[in-house]
């Protein structure tokens, strides 16, 4: 099997977790975003355009972009992939988007807490970060459904380092009078979403 090959239910919590995020993005107004761990078929991105977002600058971060992916958009001047990794910084400037979002990614990264802290630096003044990761009560299904039954992709749930609940999350997140952060579940428990807005 291609190691990007989905399994039969991989779709349907990918498309729950965008259904619930993208209610924090305005619709009708241009906005910039960052999409950390992009994947390698940006699908957060055409997801989005599909949605009515107006994008007037994308930033794809994974160092899983596909290569056929990065040479099908090279002419798009309002879209920049950037196949790297990021472990502690994230590769982008000071101030650079109004949005990040970072969809079922934290849980793979080897040091989520600074990536949580480096995230208020690259948005700008009233922006926010939208961030879905699933929960400890999530973990032995997920590998049930991928181990044994085989509709959720393996490698995926393998790379899983950590779960989080609401107070994980918090407690990495560092307090600044710069920043409110709100949170809630979904999936009836199994997922967290977590904003932190710049003021």
Do not use: W
Not at 9 to 33: C, D, M, N, Q, T
Not at 44 to 73: C, E, N, Q, R, W
Not at 129 to 139: G, V, Y
Not at 172 to 188: G, L, Q, R, T
């Amino acid at each position: 099997m291609p190691i990007f090959e989905e399994e039969l239910l991989e779709p349907i919590p990918r498309i729950i977790r965008f259904i619930k995020a993208f209610r924090e993005l305005p619709k009708g107004v241009p906005l910039s975003i960052a999409d950390l761990g992009c994947g390698p078929k940006i699908r957060a991105y055409h997801a989005m355009k599909k949605t009515g977002v107006i994008i007037s600058s994308y930033f794809g971060i994974d160092p899983l972009i596909s290569k056929d992916v990065i040479k099908s958009h090279m002419f798009d001047n309002s879209l920049t992939l950037v196949p790297k990794p990021f472990n502690k910084h994230i590769p982008l400037p000071d101030v650079a988007v109004e949005y990040v979002i970072f969809l079922a990614v934290l849980e793979h990264v080897d040091n989520p807490k600074h990536i949580l802290q480096d995230i208020p630096r690259v948005l700008k003044p009233k922006g926010k970060a939208i961030i879905t990761t699933p929960t400890p009560r999530a973990k032995n299904m997920l590998e049930f459904m991928s181990y044994k039954l085989g509709i959720l992709s393996r490698r995926e749930i393998e790379e899983h380092q950590n779960y989080f609940l609401k107070e994980d999350l918090i407690s990495m997140i560092k307090s600044s009078k710069d920043i409110n952060v709100s949170h809630s579940y979904f999936e009836f428990g199994l997922n967290n979403l977590l904003v932190i807005e710049k003021k």
